[in-house]
């Protein structure tokens, strides 16, 4: 640590020589150098090339910045055509939802017609085969009733004429037919 001090002692102390050239320091020659170094840029008109290139990025920038906005623009109107189309479809959606529910409406209305008016068929077919079933029933009736009748009074005939009653008969039928 002493050797430490004693070398920041030296070196406060002590002026150190620079080093010179014709007569000037590194300073100076640092500076002439950028100086040379400046002018050379200018002379070889390097600024003008990088604002050149500088302009041409702003250009491109400008460009696709341009491309951007009618971008943006083109997918505005391609949101708003299918926002457009998407109302279309759901408006259409709701027509074709809403003639659905009438034509079932109607289809049941027909429906509950047809099987009213098809009850009202079997109900008549029904009955009418009940009264022809009833007619027939009835003169079937008659008939055995008829034929019943016909038999006893033929056999009332049968049991109670005799020859005298039957010749009695007779001229009683002759005489009506005569008298018409």
């Given at each position: 640590?002493a050797?430490?001090?004693?070398?920041?002692s030296?070196?406060?102390?002590?002026?150190?020589?620079?080093?010179?050239a014709?007569?000037m320091?590194?300073?100076?020659?640092?500076?002439?150098?950028?100086?040379?170094?400046?002018?050379?840029?200018?002379?070889?008109?390097?600024?003008?090339?990088?604002?050149?290139m500088?302009?041409?990025?702003?250009?491109?920038?400008?460009?696709?910045?341009?491309?951007a906005?009618?971008?943006?623009?083109?997918?505005?109107?391609?949101?708003?055509?299918?926002?457009?189309?998407l109302?279309?479809?759901?408006?259409?959606?709701?027509?074709?939802?809403?003639?659905?529910?009438a034509?079932?409406?109607?289809?049941?209305?027909?429906a509950?017609?047809?099987?009213?008016?098809?009850?009202?068929?079997?109900?008549?077919m029904?009955?009418?085969?009940?009264?022809?079933?009833?007619a027939?029933a009835?003169?079937?009736?008659?008939?055995?009733?008829?034929?019943?009748?016909?038999?006893?009074?033929?056999?009332?005939?049968?049991?109670?004429?005799?020859?005298k009653?039957?010749?009695?008969?007779v001229?009683?039928?002759?005489?009506?037919?005569?008298?018409?």
């Amino acid at each position: 640590m002493a050797n430490f001090g004693l070398f920041l002692s030296e070196a406060a102390g002590e002026a150190h020589a620079t080093p010179t050239a014709f007569g000037m320091d590194a300073t100076v020659w640092v500076s002439i150098a950028m100086l040379v170094f400046l002018g050379i840029l200018a002379w070889k008109k390097v600024p003008a090339a990088i604002g050149a290139m500088l302009d041409g990025k702003i250009a491109e920038i400008s460009k696709q910045l341009n491309e951007a906005e009618q971008l943006r623009l083109d997918a505005e109107s391609l949101k708003a055509e299918y926002e457009a189309k998407l109302a279309r479809a759901a408006k259409e959606a709701e027509e074709l939802r809403a003639r659905a529910d009438a034509e079932a409406e109607a289809l049941v209305e027909k429906a509950k017609a047809d099987a009213t008016a098809l009850i009202a068929r079997r109900k008549q077919m029904a009955e009418d085969r009940i009264a022809a079933a009833e007619a027939t029933a009835l003169s079937e009736v008659r008939a055995a009733a008829a034929k019943a009748a016909t038999e006893a009074a033929a056999k009332l005939i049968a049991d109670k004429h005799d020859a005298k009653a039957d010749k009695a008969l007779v001229d009683d039928a002759i005489a009506a037919v005569a008298k018409a």
